[in-house]
């Protein structure tokens, strides 16, 4: 079965996967980062861990033919088409304090972390279960000296990357909401769900 679901902008939801189901996310406008965290559905204590993923993978560049690792090294997805090739898995959710420190941004601000945490929440989970994300269409770059910058993602209208599931899983998405990471503009983020 095929279904299409609709994030929208500067929100998240949280739904389950069932092992060999495959998500597709899409960037439908371009230029949108879309914010993935994963647990193990029978175990919440087993979740999507960046070390362990760039360790076991020999890279920070996670694409086609990777897969994202647990913190119990077992794989959690496999990425089976990515169209745009280039996801961050360096840099956490943003946060009320993202907003605040590097910002220098007063008052409310809506955030991945607290989109992430909204939706999970029904679900048992706190505000320090959310692991540090995989940035899908994030465009982080790094100079020789290894300063870290945020570029406007590389991703055009229809971009998408695929995972298959490799067991029981809970996901929460986001359409993230820093300025930043999205080149300026917040736009919707699309997925699809095929059992």
Same mark, same amino acid.
Request: charged share 25%; net charge negative.
């Given at each position: ?9 500067? =929100? !998240? +939801? ?8 495959? $998500? /597709?996310?899409?960037?439908? &406008?371009?230029?949108?980062? *879309? ?14 861990? =960046? !070390? +362990? ?8 560049? $996670? /694409?086609?033919?990777?897969? &994202?690792?647990?913190?119990? *090294? ?122």
């Amino acid at each position: 079965m095929k279904t299409k679901h609709v994030i929208d902008t500067q =929100s !998240g +939801k949280a739904f389950e996967l069932k092992k060999g189901d495959t $998500l /597709t996310v899409i960037d439908p &406008l371009g230029q949108q980062v *879309s914010d993935m965290v994963l647990f193990n559905r029978k175990d919440f204590n087993e979740k999507l861990s =960046s !070390g +362990k993923s760039l360790d076991f993978e020999e890279s920070i560049l $996670l /694409t086609k033919g990777n897969h &994202l690792w647990s913190n119990r *090294s077992n794989q959690m997805v496999k990425i089976i088409e990515d169209t745009n090739g280039r996801n961050d898995f360096l840099l956490a959710p943003c946060s009320k304090e993202t907003f605040k420190i590097m910002y220098n941004y007063e008052g409310y601000h809506p955030s991945c972390l607290e989109n992430l945490y909204t939706n999970l929440e029904p679900f048992g989970l706190s505000i320090d279960d959310i692991p540090t994300a995989f940035n899908i269409f994030m465009n982080v770059q790094f100079d020789k000296d290894g300063k870290l910058s945020v570029l406007p993602p590389t991703s055009k209208p229809g971009d998408s990357i695929k995972f298959l599931a490799q067991m029981d899983l809970l996901v929460c998405l986001t359409a993230c909401s820093a300025e930043d990471s999205n080149g300026g503009s917040f736009k919707p983020i699309h997925f699809i769900i095929n059992a």
